[in-house]
């Protein structure tokens, strides 16, 4: 055999066996993480036993979850709950605090016994657009005391590359439990580090002339202006009008100023309260945040739907008008009186 020979067959070789060793790789890569694939040993149904209380760290991924879960006997291999969790996007809303969980069951129903919030032990609520004082209310509902909460709220101060001196805004919506001792610092840090772990890959700097402290102050207008299915529209509203020196006119920093949630209307003597954060009177941005904005409102802020509108009016539940007419903002504002009136807004 010659040596171009030899040469060419020992290659062809190491390629077959480079391919083979591919194709083995990638099978075992997929029965790993193939969610139903029956060789993961699992808890048949039917078989739970006590409860376990299991902690759940901002961050920790699907297999960190799965070996806790394995070790305290909650599901019976580490393989089984992974698989599931792949295979499931809600498992990434798994909130972070301790859980209350059988023991015994199938890696399916652990998922679902993480998901529900009523198993969360000393559960805090954060809601979406949530201000610091319902906050604040609903921790000391959970044990904390006032004076504590407001001095680790003074003392904390926002993560690296915010030009705020307050935590409105940073305090992350989610589900959060604090079972073993009630200390604010700790707690208000764990909401901080959930806003830096969600926000980690959002490039603050991307939208041209508006700081990251700017940006989050209108994610948190969008969050209180509009539902999902809008955020994208009401950035561009807030750009727009931004961009022609007109004063927002957002009802939702009228109702931040009085602490009054859930309520429509606002009168006229209410816009003319003297505050910072009266978009009535003061134009351009607030000096910060007026709630805690979601991740979805974040990315809103930095890429608006191009539009281009001034005016938007909820005229329904469910249904936000937008336009840059001022004669039909008019009409549409009428329609939504004529709605209030009739109660739909109930």
């Not at 077959?16 to 790993?32: D, F, M, N, Q």
């Not at 129903?109 to 809601?127: M, Y």
């Not at 102050?217 to 509203?237: M, N």
């Amino acid at each position: 055999m010659s040596l171009p020979e030899l040469a060419f067959r020992s290659s062809f070789v190491k390629r077959l066996v480079a391919s083979g060793l591919a194709i083995l790789l990638i099978t075992l890569a997929l029965r790993e993480i193939a969610p139903g694939v029956p060789s993961a040993p699992d808890f048949a149904p039917g078989m739970s036993s006590s409860e376990v209380n299991i902690e759940i760290i901002p961050g920790e991924t699907g297999m960190e979850i799965a070996k806790k879960l394995q070790e305290a006997g909650v599901v019976k291999s580490t393989e089984a709950y992974f698989r599931v969790a792949v295979g499931d996007k809600r498992s990434s809303t798994v909130a972070p605090g301790v859980h209350r969980i059988q023991r015994s069951i199938p890696a399916k129903e652990a998922l679902t016994q993480l998901l529900d919030s009523n198993r969360i032990v000393d559960l805090v609520k954060v809601r979406d657009g949530a201000w610091w004082s319902e906050i604040r209310a609903e921790m000391i509902g959970a044990g904390f005391t006032a004076a504590d909460l407001d001095r680790a709220f003074a003392k904390l101060k926002p993560p690296k590359g915010f030009q705020l001196k307050s935590l409105e805004g940073f305090l992350y919506p989610a589900f959060y439990s604090f079972p073993k001792e009630k200390n604010s610092d700790i707690a208000l840090a764990s909401m901080i580090n959930r806003f830096t772990f969600s926000t980690k890959d959002v490039k603050w700097d991307s939208r041209p002339g508006f700081s990251a402290s700017e940006i989050l102050t209108i994610a948190s207008l969008i969050e209180s202006e509009g539902t999902p299915d809008v955020h994208r529209k009401v950035a561009q509203v807030i750009y727009n009008r931004l961009e022609k020196r007109m004063p927002l006119q957002f009802d939702s920093t009228v109702h931040y100023i009085l602490k009054r949630r859930g309520e429509i209307f606002v009168s006229i003597s209410d816009t003319k309260v003297r505050n910072r954060y009266n978009t009535f009177l003061n134009p351009g941005l607030p000096p910060g945040p007026i709630g805690s904005p979601t991740r979805a409102s974040i990315d809103a802020a930095l890429d608006p739907e191009p539009g281009d509108w001034l005016y938007f009016v909820t005229v329904e539940p469910s249904r936000t008008e937008f336009t840059s007419s001022y004669d039909e903002f008019l009409l549409l504002k009428s329609e939504y009186k004529k709605n209030l009136k009739a109660g739909k807004f109930k």
